[in-house]
């Protein structure tokens, strides 16, 4: 009768492939979480940004919208100065993004109603201006 306690090594590797099997699995199914976290993220931060781009065209007059129409619209000539079509400039993961605006008459050629699109990268965002 041996008198050893303790695993022998053929019993320490047979746990281990055991442990192998069950954590492959579970560590696959967590990594496409993890991916669409990221870009989850990333779509979250174009979208606050393309937003704040959007709702600062959208406070400008009519006027001034109706006088910048295009696809893109020039920020620098449609915010006065360079200096403040720069603040719509951002960075994100060591890249800078500035979302592009287009302006267009959608009245039917009756004037009074402007569609303003707002993309930065894969973002886009729609919204409508009339005239007072």
């Known amino acids: 009768m041996s008198n050893n306690k303790g695993f022998t090594l053929v019993e320490i590797i047979i746990a281990v492939l055991l442990l192998a099997i069950a954590i492959v699995p579970m560590v ?14 990333e779509v979250g931060v ?20 109706n006088n910048h129409q295009g696809n893109p619209v020039d ?21 800078s993004y500035t979302p592009t605006v287009a302006i267009a008459d959608v009245s039917g050629g009756l004037g009074g ?14 919204t409508l201006k009339t005239e007072s």
């Open 28 to 41: 696959g199914a967590y990594g496409p979480a993890i991916f669409s976290t990221a870009v989850e993220d």
């Open 75 to 95: 920020l620098a000539a449609l915010f006065g100065s360079a200096a403040e079509a720069v603040k719509e400039t951002f960075s994100f993961h060591g890249s």
């Open 46 to 65: 174009f979208t606050n940004q393309a937003r704040g781009t959007l709702n600062r065209v959208a406070t400008l007059d009519f006027a001034t919208l």
């Open 113 to 126: 109603m402007l569609e303003i699109t707002v993309a930065a990268d894969q973002v886009s965002l729609v």
